[in-house]
């Protein structure tokens, strides 16, 4: 068995005896983890869920909401959808307006600044003025995963909160996010991610997680989704039941759980821990289940998943989302149309299908004639968007917005700005050390060789005399062979050489550097595995995102203006879950102190 299912099972067993952590001597002895139910009592005796209201009040308007919708409606209540573009035109008012739609993602393409991704919205928003409001929604997770990169707080990402392990900066992360994505017409979040980053070579999940300990990743969860949904935003958690220990990516191909039935509940507590605190949403993932379900139908169409164990077992009555259909785990089996109505029937309320035009009218027009026909049982219809119903009304939606132009005129508050900061500080982990070159001299002469600009720009804030060579972060192969020889120049002119490392292409960089002997850091911006494979570096930081706040962080750890707090939170092969070294501050070399108690 890999030692990451190995950890899920003594997660799963230490869960199942009420216990923090396992008995002395077990793998997980030295984690002081938060206390969560645990994921057996979810087969016997599952604690239900809050249902998604006790409000007699919520429930008449949504039944007198619901009564006065025809079926095509309905239908268009079940669909999410995209559209290329930056402003409403015919084609999208044709798609929203004449379809009714129930919601419309907005992607990257959508986006160009925050006021007129504002302005967009309000008139998503209007085309549905005298109808029923639709969810505006985005993917803003932080870290990797930006839509609006300005007129809005921009996390440094799911990881680097696991390494603060702050549950009161994972609360304040998610409340002013929320507040900044309302001031610019968004009511719905398709975040946080909850998957368990068990599999390090994860293709997809990776520094979105919190990291790959249940306990961590249910409290830190927990505690974004109550600060979001208290900014009034709908809050759609993902992807369930988990997508942390595949090792495929069901954009290409359909990612398989590989582990047993026990193993997959311990990774599902996460989702569990923040329904019972009343979450809105869930997002599906498409991957097979053969532990809980003995087949490879994808968890997104398969009615033991999401009717069964999400909907009976666990008792969640919010709302139940898909990934989208138009992925090729779901695409080349199914076919997006069948498998609109498959994942309908198995108990998911919406469908999203964001990309090509005539995929959204094949959803569609599957719909329709499996409700007409009673493939979509009316029941089964009406519980579907009495589930979104109850969501807008719920978070709001009916209520009329702030005008736009008092919302552009009020600025963002300058404390969101300071919880990006306060999480990227508090990350900064110090993985190793020689205990002679860092923190950094300020007066040295520095070369610093990184796949993200903002790196060396904090650094020549500080050392304005520092070399700095910016590398593509995906180059070529003949790219490579010049970069290797220009790193190899850069280094030889200076005294230490600062490298900054996103994914595996720039450790030749390192190798490169410090074969000419000078002292090299490293500065690692991604997946803390790839950290301490550069054997070569006299110190590693990892700081777990590339976004300038960030940056920013890792360089004045280097300069010893901060401490280096920040704690794995994930386990590597020579490194425990908890490791973090304690740097010494004040500029120029000195000795490492002392090493933090892993947690």
Known sequence: MPPRSLRALTVLIVLCSGACATAPGGPQASRDTPETPAPAQVEADPSPTPPASGDPV?????????????????????????????????????????????????????????EQVARL???????????????????????????????????????????????????????????????????????????????????????????????????LGRAFVRGQQDAGLVTVAKHFPGHGATDADSHTALPVMRESREEVLAQMEPFHAVMRDGLDGLMTAHVAVPGLTGDDVPATLHPQVLGGLLRQRLGFQGLVLTDELEMDAIAQRY?????????????????????????????????????????????????????????????????????????????????????????????????????????????????VITAEDSLGEAIRARAPHAQVLNVPAYPSKARRSVLRQQARRLALSADVVVVGVINSRQLELVTMAAATGRPVLVVSMGLPYLAELADEARAVLAIYSYQPVA????????????????????????????????????????????ERSAR
């Open 58 to 114: 919520l429930e008449a308007r949504v039944e007198d909401l619901l009564a006065r919708l025809s079926l095509e409606d309905k239908v268009g209540q079940l669909m999410m959808v995209g559209f290329a573009g930056t402003e409403v035109d015919e084609s999208v008012e044709a798609l929203v307006r004449g379809r009714r739609v129930g919601g419309v993602c907005l992607f990257k393409r959508n986006i160009v600044t925050g």
């Open 121 to 219: 919205n309000d008139g998503l928003r209007r085309l549905l003025a005298d109808a029923i409001p639709p969810f505006l929604a985005l993917d803003q997770e932080g870290g990797n995963v930006v839509r609006v990169n300005d007129d809005v707080v921009v996390l440094p990402g799911n990881m680097a909160l696991g390494a603060t392990r702050s549950p009161e900066l994972a609360y304040a992360a998610g409340h002013a996010q929320g507040e900044d994505l309302a001031r610019l017409g968004f009511n719905m979040n398709l975040a946080p991610v909850l998957d368990v980053n068990l599999n390090p070579r994860n293709p997809v999940i990776g520094i979105r997680s919190y990291g790959d300990s249940v306990p961590l990743v249910s409290e």
């Open 335 to 447: 076919g997006v149309g069948r498998a609109a109505v498959m994942a309908v029937n198995a108990g998911a309320d919406m469908v999203l299908i964001p990309w090509r035009p005539e995929k959204k009218t094949e959803v569609y027009e599957a719909l329709l004639a499996a409700a007409h026909d009673g493939a979509i049982a009316r029941e089964r219809l009406d519980e579907a968007v009495r589930h979104i119903l109850t969501a807008k009304v719920r978070r709001g939606l009916f209520e009329p917005p702030l005008l736009l132009e008092e919302r552009l005129a009020t600025p963002p508050s300058p404390e969101h700005a300071e919880v990006a900061h306060r999480i990227a500080r508090a990350a900064v982990t110090l993985l190793r050390t020689d205990g002679k070159h860092f923190p950094l001299a300020t007066d040295a002469r520095l070369a």
């Open 551 to 594: 940056t920013e962080a890792a360089a004045a750890a280097l300069f010893g203006e901060i401490g280096t707090p920040g704690r794995l939170p994930v386990g590597l092969s020579r490194l425990a879950f908890g490791h973090g070294l304690d740097a010494p501050r004040g500029g120029g070399s000195g000795a490492l102190r002392t």
